[in-house]
């Protein structure tokens, strides 16, 4: 808990409002709660501000006056948001074999694996040798987790998980501010990863935490080797992965949808349910049908495609010299 | 051994034949022998279960009176498959330092690596500290494996290998059978990895187990870092492979075959002797002609790409517009 | 320190010139001194040879009469080359606990992290559990290094890095020499991994140390999960880079760049400052204007995608079917 006269004071603000008020932790501006801060970096959220029931928010100077709550006045909004995480960032002691705290029920760790504080560990779960857990963590029952695993602060794994070596779940996302002088700043990263039942994450693979509120991993998920999900990701039900796709920030992905390898999925996208989405494709927008997708350049002999890649780059040119109005083409 | 009589019981099949044959492990319908037990799932291979020697298959109900031999008869033969592999899977213990059973020659050990049952460790082999050796692993002479290793149940390493740190050995390999109600059944691995001499292994790299036999990695092979090498996959001799590259299950590589990095092979395809496949490519389809092979969509800025990509996604409209014969041009 | 005399018959070479010489160690032509070695791979350098200040030269025998200083003679420079590395490669010993010499300061170690001989640790910092730390090594002020990092000989680490699990900085290169039966022989990288202050590398990312030189990761960069950093590689101040992005050997890249995820970029090539490259780019050019590039596929339904590309890799043959000159189209 901080007051919000501390809290402007930290980020260098302008204060309007009650310097007294408790800040329990920061929020999203559509989700934040009376004892909770949340920020406004454009206008386009101005609505929200005037409905908001955040205890306060982060504004620059043109969005003062629609601010309904308390308002903590700043140049740059995301800097001074990304400054402020730290404050609220949970510090994580050094884990040590296994603190006097945890809760093993039955489970069955290897002598050299490490727990922090108030880690849970259900019935018939393994933990394998050099793995790490920090503080916070929940794991599930008959849980298989293998050596060399990582599982930072504040995890929670439901029952049944399969967790193959050199797995991290729960690193910090790659948020940034960037100041004035194009240097960068992180954004500690206050979300937990969340993953339900009866899920699989394959070798090297890593799942960043959330912002704010958690990634998501639901039940019945398969995750190959050398994945990358980002923060604030959500994976749904029964969805599939294969190895080393990557998927960018706050990006959803629907029930029973089939990743190939190597796909690069774009930060900020939505993808329905029963989607298959072959290996190496990039979806860079939306998917709002079922349905199969494919977006590969065909391998050639190297000589074939430098012909092919040459002319490519020129395509736009040909149609303008051939002058083909594809408009009118379609349902042609 | 488990007896044909308690594995129907196990996946809930039909048991026409002798249940009191013993079963010792899975395989192939084309290796499997008398006291082995096979699957078939669709008529395509029902010649090969005419002549099988395999002591026992699982079939579904329209191939039960073809097998030549005792028959498991099950609605969904691939998912009755998968829940049976858990059956004959070997149990890790954990491993907590360094077991009374390993050989380990004069190798040198760091003090916290630790090392299953039965494993043996060839002369003047150096082991890093926290690196971890699963039970019944064998790694040959003049190794140097660095540290954060996971090296897991059955794998074996030649001489000379040099294994930096991060990478996983022996993972299991990403194989599902969907349900009914689109749920994933894992598959348990039951193959090991195995690595011939001289092998260079980069950070972070993982080696996948095979299903039912084995992944391979043959002599004299350069694996980059952050490769993902999936279920029986073969990679012949003296193959170079750059970081970042994907290889899907059961792709057999040539020798002497130079990938680059970030590229990308999809599952059940050969690859022949000698061929350079460059970077960020996608292998799509089997390769036969030794030779220099590429697939990138060029790099331009990203206006340019924004015109050229949209008419690139309408090509197929504008050869019907311009009603070009490609046939025609062959040749020409 | 190795003599020439004892050089030339590791490597098998006909010495010309002072067989007593004391070579301290191995560098590039154009920056060798009076106690280094260095070699020469074919006639483009034939004029630094003629004027380098190197203690002596491997070449081949059509170069010999034109070495200014001692030559080693030998019928492969570049397997001569690699072959030598591994003469003047440190030694690491094992890491076992918190060796004697290690100068921590009042940084918090995990109990179970591993530090090697000569490694300097600054205030504030804290190194996490099971994370290994190679002699030499030199760390900051106020890092956090988290767990299962591996941080390999050498290496160099400014102030206020943040480092997350199952990082590993040091590790071997991916350079071979392929002798005349197309096997290969690893280079010994004898170089480290030099990075500045305030500096983020995210989880499993793998940054190689460089041959002769340092690879260099400056001041501000954030790095996120799952990158691959090559040998020699120089990443210039505040560049950000996204995850699951490799970056081959030898590339530089400028100040304030950011690329996207998946990007791969190939080697020995210089981009400029202010670069932005969309993600799943593949960079095969230099980049010497600022500005945003891309380099997709776009993804479309599979059968859409399936007559696309089929046109698509008969470009060349419709364009000339069509005898279109684009060369004319310039300007227009």
């Known amino acids: 808990m901080h007051t919000l006269g501390e809290i402007a004071k ?13 800040i329990s932790s920061l929020a999203a501006i559509n989700t934040a709660q009376s004892t909770q801060l949340s920020y406004v970096v454009n206008n386009k959220y101005k609505d929200q501000l005037l409905n908001t029931k955040a ?18 006045v700043v140049q740059d909004v995301y800097l001074a ?3 402020l995480t730290h404050l609220f960032k949970y510090k994580v002691a050094h884990v040590n074999g296994v603190h006097a705290s945890v809760k093993i029920n039955n489970a069955s760790l290897a002598l050299n694996c490490h727990i922090g504080k108030n880690v849970i560990i259900g019935n018939n779960t393994t933990i394998g040798a050099n793995t790490v857990i920090e503080d916070n963590t929940i794991i599930g029952d008959n849980c298989i987790i293998s ?7 504040g995890s929670k794994i439901g029952n049944q998980a399969v967790i193959a070596p050199g ?7 790659f948020g940034n501010a960037r100041d004035q002088n194009k240097q960068w700043h992180s954004i500690a990263h206050l979300g937990n990863v969340v993953i339900g039942d009866n899920v699989n994450i394959g070798a090297n693979t890593c799942i960043d935490r959330g912002t704010l509120e958690d990634t998501q991993i639901h039940s019945g998920v398969r995750l190959d080797n050398l994945i990358h999900i980002a923060h604030n990701v959500i994976i749904g039900k029964d969805t599939a992965i294969a190895a080393c796709t990557g998927i960018a920030g706050s990006t959803q992905i629907g029930k029973r949808c089939m ?54 780059t020129k395509l736009d040119k040909i149609i303008k010299y051939l002058d083909i109005k594809l408009k009118n083409l379609k349902g042609k």
């Open 10 to 22: 930290f980020i260098n603000a302008e204060l309007i409002g009650d310097s007294e008020l408790e």
């Open 55 to 72: 205890g306060a928010i982060i504004v620059n100077e043109s969005l003062k006056n629609s601010c309904a709550t308390n308002a903590l």
């Open 81 to 83: 948001f990304a400054k």
């Open 147 to 153: 050596a060399n695993v990582s599982i930072l602060q």
């Open 167 to 173: 797995v991290v779940i729960g690193s910090e996302g």
């Open 259 to 312: 990743i190939g390898g190597m796909v690069g999925i774009v930060g900020h996208l939505s993808i329905c349910d029963n989607v298959i989405v072959n290996a190496k494709g990039t979806v860079d927008k939306n998917i709002t049908s079922p349905g199969m997708y494919t977006g590969i350049m065909p391998l050639m002999s190297h000589k074939k495609w430098q012909n092919v890649a040459m002319w490519l």
